[in-house]
């Protein structure tokens, strides 16, 4: 694979790429053999030799018609570029846009690599770049919100998106944080806590901080998502099984033209009331056959914490299968 830098010359980036990066996601879209990373005028390529050509030709054809327009449109972009035919990687084909077991996403604020780990956290990351919503469900332990955050913050740092919007249902496990001290934040940051650790880990603390004060990053209960749009951004909702079906539907009804969402959760930890049925065994139902919306399930084998946490899993698991049994068999 190689790797070159296409630079703009006397061109303002962010006029030419488009609102919400639109022109340079139609460009993308020409070129599904190549990894294109824009960074002010600098356009990082990875790929082939041939695509890499090839791009770098339709470059400068849509240099030309931006210097004589001064402007690009959507219009623009598609009639400048219908010439050009780029063969598709099948779906089975591991292109460069997508990854394999081992390879880094970031570097985290330790310097640390962070990579998608296992079989299922690698099929994870892929299908989120091929759907614009994917619902990741598996037990404790098996990586599915630092997957998802791990996603986002790389979209955001390659100007993909401009924001990203992480919420959670505030829904109580078997404890009762109405009487802590200190005002609505206070009550509701033990929620979230899980959210700010992934953070933490992969965006340096004064940046995030600042991120979060400009609201480039927004860490929301889910109840703060009614009555908005939520657009060019990446959205995850996590422990998405304790969201009613009314919650989950106003959550993905949400969804802006230009927006991307993650929603996590794992069917076995539900702490709704006992009279609350979860929304996600539904919306599972509902959505599995509508394209852009891809579904990964992650099992034991995906447990990255410590080894233990995988049997203890397999043991509430056997115990379950045993307890359904049983009220079979009565």
Do not use: W
Request: aromatic letters at 4%.
């Amino acid at each position: 694979m190689s790797e070159k830098i296409y630079t703009l010359e006397h061109i303002d980036p962010q006029t030419f790429f488009g609102p919400n990066n639109l022109n340079l996601t139609i460009i993308k879209s020409k070129f599904p053999k190549l990894q294109v990373v824009a960074r002010g005028e600098e356009i990082k390529l990875f790929g082939d030799d041939a695509s890499i050509e090839a791009f770098g030709q339709a470059m400068k054809q849509l240099e030309k018609v931006f210097l004589k327009n001064k402007e690009l449109n959507e219009h623009m972009v598609l009639e400048a570029l219908e010439g050009i035919t780029v063969e598709k990687p099948s779906d089975a084909a591991t292109g460069p846009n997508l990854i394999s077991t081992g390879d880094t996403l970031l570097i985290g604020t330790r310097g640390q690599q962070i990579k998608a780990r296992t079989r299922n956290q690698v099929k994870m990351v892929n299908t989120a770049k091929k759907n614009d919503i994917i619902f990741a469900i598996g037990p404790a332990g098996t990586g599915k919100t630092y997957t998802a955050v791990a996603i986002a913050v790389l979209a955001l740092k390659e100007r993909e998106i401009r924001r990203i919007i992480l919420t959670r249902p505030a829904v109580e496990a078997g404890e009762n944080l109405g009487f802590l001290p200190g005002d609505l934040k206070d009550k509701i940051d033990p929620y979230l806590r899980p959210l700010y650790d992934a953070l933490e880990d992969m965006i340096p603390n004064d940046k995030l901080k600042s991120m979060i004060e400009s609201r480039t990053v927004e860490i929301a209960p889910l109840a703060f998502m009614r009555g908005r749009t939520l657009d060019n951004c990446y959205v995850i909702l996590d422990e998405a099984q304790n969201s009613t079906d009314l919650q989950l539907k106003m959550f993905l009804t949400r969804m802006g033209p230009n927006a991307k969402l993650i929603i996590t959760g794992d069917l076995t930890q539900v702490d709704l009331p006992r009279k609350q049925q979860s929304g996600l065994s539904r919306a599972l139902r509902l959505l599995k056959n509508i394209k852009g919306i891809g579904m990964i399930q992650l099992d034991t084998d995906d447990v990255v914490r410590h080894r233990l946490v995988k049997e203890i899993v397999h043991a509430y698991d056997r115990d379950a299968e045993c307890e359904k049994d049983s009220s079979e068999k009565s």
